[in-house]
């Protein structure tokens, strides 16, 4: 199974920093990588798709770059509703599979 | 617009069955892959299964092969789940979601809890 090692697993900020995610996978997953934030209680909902492509709707502070098997999601100027858990994913090959999350939490 | 709804959630022994679905609207079922996501309480995601449109092709994941069983019934615009030997390691909250290119449309989920 391709591993993705998603740092840091907990992050503190304050509203209107850049804040920055990675993802590495274990092997070569090209640009098959999408990143998602969930809040407490709800499903998961999708930002960034094939690695930098964003959501329709997702505000443009919202960005991410990357390929091969180094991924990251980059928030520029925080706002309050973006403290959440964000989870990268690799659907290259079966099982797709989560970064184990990043809790964004307010400094 | 895009509704994915599930259903059939619950207080299950180990060893117990269980069968979820999820009714889908707002789209075209027969066109598109559906999979099953799960994440247990606390804990991050994890991809259990998914089926191409006509069900002739199906994937699961290690932890759930020969227990699980995904299905569909584009007549009826529904995806389901039927999980057989549960164990309490499958206590988790289950979504449904649409496509597999990092799937933008998932339902709210339903709990299912393994206890003795």
């Known amino acids: 199974d391709i591993q993705m090692t998603q740092s840091p697993s907990s992050l503190s900020a304050s509203v209107g920093d850049r804040v920055t995610i990675t993802c590495r996978a274990s092997?070569?997953?090209?640009?098959?990588l999408g990143w998602y934030q969930q809040k407490p209680g709800k499903a998961p909902k999708r930002l960034i798709y094939?690695?930098?492509s964003l959501q329709s709707g997702v505000p443009s502070r919202f960005s991410g770059s990357g390929s091969g098997t180094e991924f990251t999601l980059t928030i520029s100027g925080l706002q309050p509703e973006d403290f959440a858990t964000y989870y990268c994913l690799q659907h290259n090959t079966f099982p797709y599979t989560f970064g184990q999350g990043t809790n964004l939490e307010i400094k | 617009q895009v509704q994915l709804v599930e259903s059939g959630g619950g207080l299950v022994k180990p060893g117990g069955s269980l069968r979820l679905s999820c009714a889908a609207s707002g789209f075209t079922f027969e066109n598109h892959y559906m999979s099953w996501i799960r994440q247990a309480p606390g804990k991050g995601l994890e991809w259990l299964s998914y089926i191409s449109t006509t069900s002739g092709f199906t994937k699961y994941a290690d932890s759930v092969k020969g227990r699980f069983t995904i299905s569909r019934d584009n007549a009826k615009n529904s995806l389901y789940l039927q999980m057989n030997s549960l164990k309490v390691e499958d206590t988790a909250v289950y979504y449904c979601?649409?496509?597999?290119?990092?799937?933008?449309?998932w339902g709210q989920g339903t709990l299912v809890t393994v206890s003795s």
């Open positions: 979601a649409r496509d597999l290119n990092t799937p933008g449309y």
């Open positions: 092997q070569d997953i090209r640009n098959d």
């Open positions: 094939a690695t930098s």
